[in-house]
């Protein structure tokens, strides 16, 4: 059976998120060098659906201008009050009119959902005809979420919050992610007769999916085999919990695109960096940005690149790099910083600096002060900048064939993108419910 394009993905981004107790909207809060809202767009962009729906609120006009500069194909949607899930889904059918094909309802706090999932989630709910499909999960520990209830076939029954289940209820491991399917002219249907007779007076998902079950319409469900997809990030402790399982994932890829990673456990890597083949990663190193890094070269231990080039054979040790371009063979470091612009030629050398900051001949050599004094905004110890000239070590206005910019291609500096190098792994919800990031 062919699987068509959802006509709509709809992802969930007003809630308030107060727990994460910032001035920067929770959802533009970064995991390896994207926001959560970016990796969720990402996610939802491998199911190809005919519109990218954003519900924006709390701080919409960041989140808006966000989706302006970074995700154009994106269209927001203000939701304007806190209503609810139910509320924010039927503010988008109200505004947009969808009334035909698939609509996936899915949350800008959950990350770690993969578009593999997703995509599985749109074929189910084709192949069996579905009025919604829910995802679901079984976690060792199901506190705080909706539980899954099955009748004796173990077809999809209903879902009880924690706080009106049973004890027996409450024994089942299987929980609501709060992310659905639904057949558009179905669900704006139920979605208009949703009851606010709860606690916060608002319209919640859940009860659509209770509304077209008990009208006898067939609801369908698929089960995650990694629960982590479903981790809502909320608070501090769960970012930093999913730029964990989110960096794991990415190295995963790339040591099986041939990269040697030392030490997993100290290594940090951005979704946009390239790795080439034979690449070796030594510990306490972080990759950002859209640093490339060409086959055979050696970057660390204890080594900070953004946005830098790597030649094919090079060695980054204890260094800091910023829009650097080091070319085929040179040696860089120890206790190097080289600032924006900065050119190490094929072959070269840039250690630490002295108090002059350059050496004789232009060479950037060895450091009698400590790095971690050293001023990272564009200026050496001594006040010498980037511009210093010479063969080895050059200043921004320096040119040369031998080492590119980040995005330049060329043999001392060209990526390499290994299949799913995005980490594409990605999931979650608020714990508190089976609502998602609607809530705080």
């Given amino acids: 059976m062919s699987v068509s394009r959802p006509a709509a993905v709809i992802v969930l981004a007003a809630g308030e998120g107060t727990r994460m107790k910032s001035d920067t909207p929770k959802v533009l809060h970064a995991i390896c060098g994207e926001t959560l809202l970016g990796h969720v767009l990402a996610t939802a962009r491998e199911t190809d659906p ?35 899930t139910g509320h924010a889904v039927r503010t988008v059918i109200e505004e947009v009119g969808l009334d035909h094909g698939t609509i996936v309802v899915t949350y800008a706090d959950a990350p770690l959902l993969r578009g593999t999932t997703l995509a599985a989630l749109v074929q189910e709910h084709q192949a069996t005809g579905a009025a919604a499909t829910a995802l679901t999960a079984r976690v060792p520990n199901p506190h705080g979420y909706g539980r899954i209830i099955r009748d004796g076939s173990g077809d999809f029954l209903a879902i009880i919050e924690e706080a009106d289940a049973t004890p027996a209820q409450r024994a089942v491991d299987e929980i609501n992610s709060g992310v659905y399917a639904f057949e558009a002219h179905l669900l704006g249907d139920a979605v208009k007769r949703v009851p606010t007779d709860n606690a916060k007076g608002e319209e919640y998902l859940t009860d659509v999916v209770a509304i077209l079950r008990a009208e006898g319409h067939h609801v369908a469900s698929v089960t995650l085999e990694d629960p ?40 940090w890597i951005d979704t946009g960096v390239s790795l080439a083949r034979d690449v070796e990663i030594g510990p306490g190193t972080q990759l950002e940005g859209r640093t490339m890094v060409a086959a055979g070269a050696r970057v660390g231990p204890g080594s900070q690149l953004r946005d830098t080039a790597v030649g094919e054979g090079a060695s980054v040790i204890q260094s800091f790099c910023r829009e650097a371009d080091i070319g085929a063979g040179a040696v860089v470091g120890p206790f190097a910083y080289l600032p924006p612009g900065s050119k190490v030629d094929a072959g070269g050398s840039a250690a630490g600096m002295n108090e002059s900051g350059i050496g004789a001949g232009g060479q950037m050599t060895g450091s009698g002060q400590d790095p971690a004094h050293q001023d990272p ?55 508190a419910t089976s609502e998602g990031a609607q809530g705080a």
Avoid: C, K
């Avoid at 981790?231 to 040697?260: C, K, P, Y």
């Avoid at 200043?395 to 060209?414: I, K, L, N, R, V």
């Fill in 377 to 431: 905004g564009g200026q050496g110890p001594g006040g010498q900048g980037p511009q210093a000239q010479g063969p080895q070590a050059q200043g921004p206005q320096a040119q040369g064939p031998q080492a590119q910019g980040p995005q330049a291609q060329g043999p001392q500096a060209q990526g390499f993108r290994a299949p799913g190098a995005r980490g594409r792994p990605a999931g979650g919800q608020d714990a």
């Fill in 50 to 84: 005919v519109r990218l729906i954003v519900v924006v609120g709390h701080r919409r006009r960041e989140v808006t201008e966000y989706l302006a500069q970074h995700a154009p194909d994106a269209q927001p949607v203000v939701q304007d009050r806190q209503g609810g």
């Fill in 228 to 267: 982590d997809e479903v981790l809502g990030v909320n608070d501090r402790a769960q970012l930093a919990r999913a730029r964990h399982i989110f960096n794991e994932r990415l190295l995963g890829t790339w040591m099986s695109a041939g990269v040697t990673i030392v030490d997993p456990a100290t290594t």
